[in-house]
């Protein structure tokens, strides 16, 4: 998908992810500083993804997990710093929310800060209804 005129576009090819990039981005986020490589590469083996590309650099990224049937949980959605502020993170939600695989599903996501974003996609708030279970160490 071309965004625009521009050479930026954004594809669910995990072929085209550039791990060592998507990597540096999550090492650099608040929710996912933490997480060790081999995990990343484990999680995007076992989701759907999407990339945002200038060109050849990937520049975003966003992933899927789902059973294709009911629901999905959209979380690491994430733009480069230096490409914030010019709308390529909400047509990176777009892209995953009109995906045809996952439109007609019941969509999660968690976000600490990016709610406005989110809502502007159907998603809203319910804190009364969630629970949550933490992996053990």
Known sequence: MLLGDQEIWISDRKELLQ?????AFL???YWAKNRPAELIRTSIDNSICFGVYDG????GFAR?????VTMYYMCDVIIDETYRGRGLGKQLVEAVTNDERLRNLHGILVTA????LYEQ????RDPDRTLRKKRSQ
């Open 64 to 68: 899927v997990i789902t059973d294709l």
């Open 56 to 59: 050849d650099m990937q520049i």
């Open 121 to 124: 996609y159907g998603f809203v």
């Open 19 to 23: 791990m060592d990039r998507i990597i």
């Open 27 to 29: 090492n650099g986020s």
């Open 113 to 116: 800060d990016a709610h406005g």
